[in-house]
């Protein structure tokens, strides 16, 4: 095909300038291109993006500076003048004015209707300190309803201890019962009315893999509620609603296309959330490509044989976009209550090695089943011995199914035993790190550090050393655990800082790894990951069109600049699914 052809186009150019990318004031319009003559219509794109900073992700053709698209499909990567091939009079022309083009970027490791819910509920993620928390909650309870008041993702590391009392809820509701859940899912912060409800005294019992928090010298609970005694509560709580589901996942998905996102893991679903997908996948507003990890054990919404008949059900709600061949299992806790499992115990009065929540050949046993199945098996570990057990279960697990091509993987991963590193690459186990967790902020440093110690926190999410020894490394988020944006895990795991600059200290900085390998992270590897490396994860020819623009190269800025960096337009299967400064 020859180049010359594009002098026979006079186009009516959509232009992201240099200027507009800083302050998306000017928007790309569908303006399409003008000119007398057209291409073959086998040759014809719906859309030419030109004048960027293309990064493949492809190896044999890293760069490029336009990418052309028909039918939701990359029909040419090359140089403005090789695409010009591919406008017609309907092609839609973009400039990109310099703007960096990546292919669209996946999470591995997030929670879309729980967290589109707290989009649209009682947030308390912004909160700073105790009396921020309790003035937000003052501000969601001002409509005046008497029923209960459930908050979202507070911030545990403002409490001594990671330990919030009731007293300061039941001074401001005495008799309305109040629910809080803590940012990393693991903790609830509950009133007395509350704790009245559930039937909680001094002389209940800690369920199994569950932990009260009491007052030691009367045994009476405190309001901090641990893993599985959290259920004692929330199970009370009124239920979401297919509806609320639904516009909660609407709000996620919005959300996380405004941070270049068309590919995620839902890393923690029940049947309802199946139902969600499938209704906006009905509906034809599933716009990204999703892989829903059914939960297992421990947290599962199915408990018992109840599990077994779910996930046989599975193929009812897979479809084009959703993929539901994959179980999550959480093999111990957090740091944070000290019910993650720990190869050296925690320090303080009472030590102890924390919990795995699997008798660990049984656990071995779970895993071998799901691998001859063919499910990916998405495991929870924090802990150093919670991490080795799981690796454990992977290598039984090998040793009696030979290597299947089902891409297990192990997310958080904050302490790992060096001796375990080698193990991922042997056992193709790939890392799902929360990058974004990976500099001294409170809960390292005031729950953390009396926990375990300096040594161990010195060790913590060692993607430099795993990436070392051969492992492949995955962006996630856990979103609404953190911040969904991929770009602050990014500039965290490069800087090991954090990325707004509050909080002072480098945690680890032999740890930090190149915007290549995060680059990676959040798009081929993690494209791989999910079974779908044939269809996206590289901007190359015969791919699908997911596609995302920032506002700047991530190569020629400083990378303190990288999080402040803004996305301009996201492209899922060919089409504009956000642009900066519209609203959904």
Known sequence: MSGTRAGFFAAAVV???????????RQPDSTPAAGPAQPD??????????????????PQQPHATSVAVADGVIVAVGDDTSTAEFVAGHTRLIDAGQGMLLPGLHDAHVHPLSSGAALLGCSLSDAGSEQEILDGLQDCAADGEQGWLVGLDFNLGLFPGGNPHKASLDALFPQRPVFLAAADGHSAWVNSAALALAGITPDTPNP???????????????????????????????????????????AALHFMHSKGITSFIDAAVGEQHWRAYRSLAAAGELQARVRTSLTHGTFSQHPGEEFAAVLARRGEYAGERLNTDAVKLFVDGVLEGETAALVTPYLGEHPHSGEINFDPEELKDIVTRFDAMGLQVHVHAIGDRGVRTALDAFEAARERNGELDNRHHIAHLQLVHPDDFPRFARLNVSTTFQALWAYPDSYITEINLPAVGAERVNRMYPVHSLQQAGARIVGGSDWS????????????????QDPDSLVPGTLNAQEAVTLDTMLAAYTRDAAWLMHQEKLVGSIEVGKRADL????????????EDINSTTVQMTLFDGEVVYRAGETN
Do not use: F, H, W
């Open 15 to 25: 232009v992201l300038g240099a200027g507009m990318l800083a302050s998306c004031e």
């Open 481 to 496: 655990v953190s911040s969904v944006n991929p770009l602050d895990a990014i500039e965290t795991a490069l800087r090991r």
């Open 208 to 250: 199994p893999q569950g932990v009260i928090e009491r007052d030691p010298a009367t045994g009476e609970a405190t309001g901090t509620l641990r893993e599985t005694a959290q259920a004692l509560v929330s199970d009370l709580l009124p239920k979401a609603t297919p509806e609320d589901d639904i516009a909660a996942l609407r």
């Open 41 to 58: 219509s086998a040759l014809a794109a719906d859309l030419v993006i030109r004048n960027a900073r293309v990064y493949t992700q492809n």
């Open 548 to 559: 995302v623009l920032l506002n700047q190269d991530l190569y020629r800025i400083p990378v």
